[in-house]
């Protein structure tokens, strides 16, 4: 390299780096933290009550949550991942998602896994009363949010960042996540629904009285669920970051009927619609497509061959949240398979991207070094891809790749000058 392109790539590096600590990445972000599993054991605190309320049948049910922290970890403020159980809203239980939450304790997280209110009438009789009890697992949801804010405020127990708490789940578990990620006020709520949602304490929820906290989350962690209108997504709206069967034959991967008891059928708008309307309104998604049928086969039939990498990039998703993206991403990640030139870019000139035959099908992003997507395409190998570096200022960048039926995740760094 002429000792003139050396001396700009080092302005830039630098250059970048003084952007990188005027932004610092959260207090707790140190090596590998959150990416991998730097904690042997992990402590749990089991029975915690958030809440109470009415099932549909009448019954009062009080609401509890587990807690699963790092053991031996010393930071005084740590992201908190709360999540919950599928089982199609009539069967399932909070301890059901223990492996999850130990593998996210391990990385530095604090996890919850929480109850929320199930079907226990002997069938659905309509769809009315499946929307009912979404709407009530939602309510249920929001109040064991805003429990961890009130003990941040309070007892702090628990040490949590309350800018950092995400929402996550498991097929009715993710329902209920994403709907507490995504639906707001704001969006065009079908009458009924509204009025469902009236009739349980409004947007909140009436599972506890403490609506001096917030519910709202920074991000979503949708294991195979799906949302009733993707639409719901708008720009203001949380990243999210979903896994689904492409045939899966429980909760639809795209937009259609979901058989919700023997006669009663409703109507959702799943991952790979919620990636798509997401991507329109500018809201970060990553979506990790698993080829073939089943539901959450990742984690069951095709374990061996996915859970680890879908645990491994949700970590990567939500570090991308906690830590930015510069913060060990690129070491972490495979290399790049393509090609993008020039690097160094220019800014003012153009970038561009190309894929080999071999890469597959996928999301190609381009990030800022806070982890905001500044430009993303469904891309697949053989395509060249133009990047928008002329609206771009000197710094540090991103390039990812995330396959969409499953691969290594890899990333590129860029430099414009």
């Avoid at 023997?262 to 991952?271: Q, R």
């Avoid at 990039?313 to 972490?332: P, S």
């Avoid at 220019?346 to 890469?359: C, D, E, I, K, Y």
């Avoid at 395409?377 to 991103?398: D, W």
Wanted: net charge negative; aromatic share 8%; hydrophobic share 40%.
């Amino acid at each position: 390299m002429q000792l003139k392109n050396f001396t700009l790539v080092c302005l830039a590096l630098c250059s970048a780096a003084a952007i990188a600590f005027a932004q610092d990445p959260h207090p707790s972000c140190e090596g590998d933290r959150y990416r991998a599993d730097i904690f042997d054991d992990v402590v749990v605190t089991t029975n915690i009550q958030f809440g109470e309320n009415t099932t549909i049948a009448g019954n009062t049910q009080a609401l509890f949550m587990d807690v699963y922290e790092p053991a031996g970890d010393e930071a005084e403020s740590r992201p908190a991942v709360v999540m919950a159980f599928g089982g199609a809203f009539v069967a399932g239980e909070r301890q059901d998602l223990d492996g999850l939450c130990r593998s996210l304790a391990r990385k530095g997280y604090v996890a919850a896994t929480i109850d929320y209110r199930l079907f226990d009438f002997l069938l659905p009789l309509d769809s009315n009363q499946m929307h009912d009890v979404v709407v009530k697992a939602i309510g249920d949801m929001k109040a064991s949010i805003r429990y961890l804010r009130q003990d941040a405020a309070t007892d702090n127990l628990f040490r949590i960042d309350t800018s950092l708490i995400f929402a996550g789940g498991i097929s009715a578990g993710a329902i209920t996540a994403a709907h507490v990620a995504h639906l707001d006020a704001e969006d065009d709520i079908p009458g009924y629904l509204a009025n469902i949602i009236e009739n349980n304490g409004g947007m909140e929820g009436n599972s506890s009285d403490n609506y001096q906290y917030s519910s709202a989350v920074a991000g979503l962690v949708n294991y195979s669920g799906a949302l009733k209108q993707s639409a719901f997504i708008d720009e203001n709206d949380p990243p999210q970051f979903s896994v689904h069967d492409e045939g899966d034959d429980v909760v639809v991967y795209n937009k259609g009927l979901v058989s919700a008891g023997p006669i009663v059928f409703v109507y959702l708008e799943g991952s790979l619609a919620m990636h798509n309307r997401a991507l329109e309104a500018g809201v970060s998604s990553e979506l990790m497509t698993i080829p073939g049928g089943g539901h959450v086969s990742y984690f069951t039939n095709n374990a061996a061959q996915y859970e680890a990498e879908v645990e491994e990039r949700t970590a990567h998703f939500l570090a991308n949240q906690v830590c930015g993206l510069v913060n060990g991403l690129a070491e972490a990640a495979s290399p790049f398979p393509g090609k993008a030139f020039p690097n160094p870019a220019t800014s003012g000139s153009g970038l561009h991207a190309v894929l080999p035959p071999s890469a597959g099908e996928g999301q190609l992003v381009l990030r800022n070094i806070q982890g905001q997507p500044l430009f993303q395409v469904a891309a697949r190998g053989g395509q060249a891809i133009e990047l928008p570096a002329q609206t771009l200022p000197a710094g540090m960048y991103l390039l990812e790749w995330a396959p969409s039926g499953g691969g290594q995740f890899a990333a590129q760094r860029i430099i414009i000058r």
